[in-house]
């Protein structure tokens, strides 16, 4: 079996140059054989015909680079010695690869020459007449027979070949996707916990003549901040190994009114002064209520990061047909910088699961000075057919 391979693998690759040398020693033959029939000795004409036929059998190994030149070589060698094998394999090579005007004139020509020296004067016409359509065209039906079934399988062949890059580019799309959304999920549940820390340590550094009992319950707290940010990042990346979901439904679960209350608590824990009204229905979407606490939480997490001490007040109210609006705004800060360096990832995030439920983004500076994030998105039964708008003020 595996010489079978070879002997095939060679086959493919020396086949054409193998056939050119069959063609010509085929076409020599006849040649040879037509010369020669004559009897009595080589007269001139014979010796013409042996020579022409040489030059067209020989001419026949360019046949695929200059099948017209080569046809029309025949075509005379048929007219002035009445040679009809390289004429007919010149018109196979030039009906596969051509299947245009110069195929029809040089097959009208190759008839021509073949009635005209069938002929020659003597007997009737209308034997090479009726006969000839039959010689020449076979050559061209099967040529054009051979070169509809070769661009077949090329066209087949670049489908396939457009259909494997598209998979892989799709595959490609698929895993950058896939990237991104681990690197917003990531965001999401780490930024806010850390932040958290952020703030609990800060505290500690500028105050550091607080009491014993300050300390311990700072540090408390900091303790319990970071092993709900390691549950949280086990639970990401458990569920990331086996999520089969669709958009990413399983990568977290599913906040309601209970869990905003958790979030805001614990940023009143790390010494942030927020105020909050939630009025939200029992039954609202999965996908509605993600929302909802992502944006809450994303919005504390950039109060913990570019204006820690400011009094927030987070504002969410929603129902059925009216949808939901949520609002988190925060008092100009007091003090200046970053506890912890932003990407500049949150409000990107808040922008595509805003879109993605078809909502409305505004975020920008108050007229105090503070930072405001207002977000409405729909709550409705039927599908969301209009397009998101955001209406961005500035950047954080």
């Known amino acids: 079996m595996r010489r079978l391979r070879r002997w095939y693998a060679w086959w493919v690759r020396h086949a054409p140059r193998v056939r050119d040398f069959?063609?010509?020693?085929?076409?020599?033959?006849?040649?040879?054989?037509?010369?020669?029939?004559g009897g009595g000795g080589w007269s001139p004409k014979d010796w013409?015909?042996?020579?022409?036929?040489?030059?067209?059998?020989?001419?026949?190994?360019?046949?695929?680079?200059?099948?017209?030149t080569v046809t029309a070589i025949a075509v005379v060698t048929m007219l002035t010695g009445g040679i009809f094998v390289p004429m007919g394999l010149a018109l196979l090579t030039l009906s596969i690869r051509r299947r245009d005007l110069a195929l029809a004139i040089l097959g009208l020509a190759s008839y021509a020459a073949y009635v005209l020296n069938t002929w020659s004067g003597q007997g009737s016409i209308w034997v090479p007449i009726f006969t000839g359509p039959f010689l020449v065209g076979t050559w061209i039906a099967v040529g054009a027979y051979v070169g509809a079934r070769r661009d077949l399988m090329a066209s087949l062949r670049d489908r396939a070949e457009r259909a494997e890059a598209e998979r892989e580019l799709r595959s490609e799309q698929a895993r950058l996707g896939e990237r991104a959304r681990i690197a917003q999920e990531m965001h999401?549940?780490?930024?806010?916990?850390?932040?958290?820390?952020?703030?609990?340590?800060?505290?500690?550094?500028?105050?550091?003549?607080?009491g014993a009992d300050k300390v311990e319950d700072s540090a408390k707290l900091i303790r319990e901040t970071a092993r709900q940010a390691m549950e949280d990042l086990r639970e990401v990346l458990g569920v990331l190994r086996s999520d089969v979901s669709v958009a990413g439904a399983d990568l977290s679960p599913v906040p309601h009114a209970a869990d905003l209350e958790r979030l805001i608590e614990d940023s009143r824990n790390a010494g942030v002064t927020v105020g909050y009204d939630v009025a939200l229905p029992a039954d609202v979407p999965d996908s509605l209520g993600r929302t909802v606490y992502r944006l809450v939480q994303e919005s504390l997490t950039n109060v913990h990061k570019h204006a820690r001490g400011s009094a927030t007040e987070v504002w969410v109210h929603g129902a059925r047909g009216e949808g939901v609006t949520v609002r988190v705004t925060n008092v100009r800060p007091v003090a200046a910088g970053s506890l912890l360096p932003g990407a500049g990832a949150g409000l990107v995030g808040l922008r595509e699961r805003v879109q993605l439920v078809g909502g409305r983004l505004t975020t920008g500076p108050t007229l105090e000075g503070g930072w405001q994030v207002e977000a409405w998105l729909p709550w409705d039964d039927r599908k969301q057919d209009a397009e998101p708008v955001f209406v961005d003020e500035g950047e954080r």
């Open 22 to 37: 069959l063609y010509v020693a085929f076409s020599l033959l006849t040649i040879v054989a037509q010369a020669a029939s």
């Open 48 to 68: 013409y015909v042996l020579g022409a036929g040489i030059v067209a059998s020989v001419a026949l190994l360019w046949r695929r680079r200059f099948p017209v």
């Open 188 to 210: 999401d549940v780490l930024a806010h916990k850390v932040s958290l820390i952020a703030l609990h340590a800060g505290g500690l550094e500028v105050n550091p003549a607080v």
